[in-house]
C-alpha cells in the first residue's frame, strides 16, 4: 500500500478548483480530477470562501496571510518558551 505524500493547492490547483465549481461538478469529482482528497476540497472551500463565494485570488492571498503571519506554539504559550529555553541551555 502506497501512502500519498500531503501538499498544499498551489494557485492553479485553486484555479482549477473554480473552474470546476463554475461547471458544476460535484466535489468528489472536483477531488478526483485535482489529485486531493474531498476533505482537502471542502477545508479549502470553508476557509477561504467569501459572501461573494470562492475565488482563486483571494483564496490564495488568505493562504498566504495565514502562512507569514502564524504564531508558533511556542510563542503562544510562555511557560512552554520558557521551558524549551531552559532545555537548550542545557543542551
Not at 472536483?30 to 470562501?49: P, Q, V
Not at 492571498?61 to 510563542?75: A, I, M, N
Amino acid at each position: 500500500m502506497s501512502r500519498r505524500k500531503y501538499h498544499h493547492l498551489k494557485s492553479e490547483d485553486r484555479l482549477k478548483l473554480y473552474s470546476l465549481l463554475l461547471e458544476g461538478l460535484a466535489l468528489q469529482a472536483i477531488a478526483d480530477e485535482l489529485g486531493f482528497h474531498k476533505s482537502t476540497i471542502y477545508r479549502e472551500l470553508a476557509r477561504n470562501s467569501t459572501k461573494l463565494g470562492y475565488r482563486p485570488d483571494i483564496a490564495s492571498q488568505q493562504y498566504v496571510l495565514r502562512r507569514r503571519y502564524h504564531v508558533s506554539k511556542v510563542d503562544k504559550q510562555d511557560e512552554l518558551k520558557t521551558y524549551v529555553i531552559q532545555k537548550l541551555e542545557e543542551g
